[in-house]
C-alpha cells in the first residue's frame, strides 16, 4: 500500500467520498453488467430489459427480470467491502458514498445517507403518474432463472408499476445527481471501488474529484490505465479492509 496514501487517508483527509458500481456487490453473488459470461449485460440484452420503450413492449419480461434481481439482492447480505466502507466512515472526518448500484447493500451494511445515481431496486412508482408504489410486491413465485411476471397496477390510475431504477435513455434524478457532483467537487479523497467507468453521466464523477484536485484511488481486478493523481489497487473490492487495518490499525 503506498505509505504516501496512508499518511494522505489517516491524517490529511477531511472529506472522503466512495464511487462505487456494481464490482463491489459481486462477492455478494450479485452480477455484475459487463463481466465477460457473467455479467447481466452478457446473458440478457439491456435494450430488451433496461428501456422505458422495453417495458411497454414486454411488462411482463421485464418486470419478471427486475423482480428477480429484487429476490436475489434480498437474498444475499453485504459483503466485507460493504462493511469496509460502513468502518472507514467512522474514521473519516467526512464521508460520502455515491453509489450507481441498486441494491441496498450499503444501507444495510450500516452506510448513511447513501446517493443512489441509478435509483433502486426497492423503490418501484407508477409508469404514468409516477406515483410511489407503497404496497408490498407481490411474492409470486419466480422460477430460479427468472420468467414473465405482471407487474402490479397503480391504485391511482391503475397504470403499470415500473421499477425505480435509471433506464438507458433515461436521465439520473436531479438531487442524487447534484449532491454526488456537489460530493466529489468538495472532497480531497475519493475511493472509485467496483466499476468499469464505462456509463456516463455517472462515470464523470471521478473525474470531477480529479478536477477539483482530489486524490483518485481506484480499486479493482482489472487493471486500467491512470493519470499521475491517481492510484491503483490492483484486486477485490475487500482489499479496501486491508487498506482501513494499515490505515487506522
Ligand atoms: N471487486 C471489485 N471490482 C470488481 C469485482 C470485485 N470483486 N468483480 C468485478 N469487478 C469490476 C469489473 O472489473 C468491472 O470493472 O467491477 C466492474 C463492473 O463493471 P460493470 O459491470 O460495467 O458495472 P458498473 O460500472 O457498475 O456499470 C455502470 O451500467 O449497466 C449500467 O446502470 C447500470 O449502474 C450500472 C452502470
Known amino acids: 500500500m503506498p505509505t504516501k496514501l496512508i499518511a494522505k487517508l489517516s ?18 453473488g450479485i452480477p455484475t453488467f459487463r463481466d465477460a459470461l457473467t455479467g447481466l449485460w452478457e446473458r440478457f440484452e439491456p435494450a ?13 419480461l421485464c418486470w419478471g427480470w427486475y423482480e428477480w434481481r429484487r429476490r436475489k439482492v434480498l ?12 468502518e472507514l466512515a467512522k474514521h473519516a472526518p467526512k464521508l460520502t458514498v455515491v453509489t450507481q448500484n441498486v ?22 412508482r407508477c409508469i404514468d403518474c409516477g406515483n410511489a408504489h407503497e404496497a408490498p410486491l407481490p411474492s409470486v413465485e419466480l422460477s ?13 390510475f391503475n397504470g403499470y408499476i415500473r421499477p425505480g431504477v435509471v433506464w438507458f435513455g433515461e436521465v ?28 456516463y453521466p455517472a462515470a464523470e464523477i471521478p473525474l470531477r ?35 482501513i487495518k494499515v490505515a487506522f490499525g
Open 11 to 28: 491524517q490529511e483527509t477531511k472529506h472522503v467520498v466512495v464511487f462505487t458500481g456494481a464490482g463491489v456487490s459481486a462477492e455478494s
Open 48 to 60: 430488451q430489459l433496461a428501456t422505458a420503450e422495453a417495458f411497454r413492449e414486454d411488462p411482463n
Open 75 to 86: 437474498q444475499t447480505q453485504p459483503n466485507e467491502a460493504h462493511l469496509a466502507i460502513a
Open 103 to 124: 441494491d441496498d447493500l450499503h444501507e444495510r451494511a450500516g452506510s448513511k445517507g447513501v446517493i443512489h445515481l441509478h435509483g433502486s431496486l426497492h423503490s418501484p
Open 144 to 156: 430460479e432463472d427468472g420468467g414473465r411476471l405482471e407487474p402490479p397496477r397503480c391504485n391511482a
Open 172 to 199: 439520473l434524478p436531479e438531487a442524487p445527481w447534484s449532491a454526488g457532483i456537489a460530493a466529489a467537487e468538495s472532497c480531497d479523497l475519493l475511493f472509485s471501488i467496483g466499476t468499469s467507468g464505462l456509463v
Open 209 to 243: 474529484a480529479l478536477g477539483a484536485g482530489a486524490t483518485v484511488v481506484h480499486v479493482n481486478p482489472v487493471r486500467f490505465e491512470i493519470s499521475s493523481q491517481e492510484y491503483f489497487i490492483h484486486g477485490p473490492a475487500t482489499a479496501l479492509q486491508m487498506l
